[in-house]
């Protein structure tokens, strides 16, 4: 899953008179950020997908078919068969 997060350029940094070894310890420390947020989303997605699982396995009820019962078997047309006009 893709990530979008905002990290200031070192062009804009300039602007703002930051020097380059507090850029680059600012620089990593976000990029640590990165991970910890990628984690989140996966959490977070992990929880979505077992939520919406739930939802829809609740109104799903499993049918057992044994030898003995009757069933209807569908017989699907060719495609050169079409049936529409």
């Known amino acids: ?3 979008k997060i905002k990290i ?3 062009r804009i940094l300039k602007d703002i008179e930051l ?5 680059a310890r600012l ?3 976000w990029l640590n950020l990165i991970d910890e947020k990628r984690l989140v ?3 977070h997605h992990q929880l979505y997908q077992s939520i919406m699982a739930k ?3 609740k109104k799903v009820r499993p049918k057992v078919f044994k030898e003995e019962y ?3 078997k569908k017989i699907s047309l060719a495609s ?3 049936q529409s006009k």
Do not use: Q
């Open 1 to 3: 899953m893709p990530l």
């Open 55 to 57: 939802a829809y396995n």
């Open 41 to 43: 989303v996966i959490c």
């Open 80 to 82: 050169r068969e079409d």
């Open 19 to 23: 020097d380059e070894s507090e850029w």
């Open 8 to 10: 200031s350029s070192l």
């Open 27 to 29: 620089r990593f420390e």
């Open 70 to 72: 009757l069933v209807l």
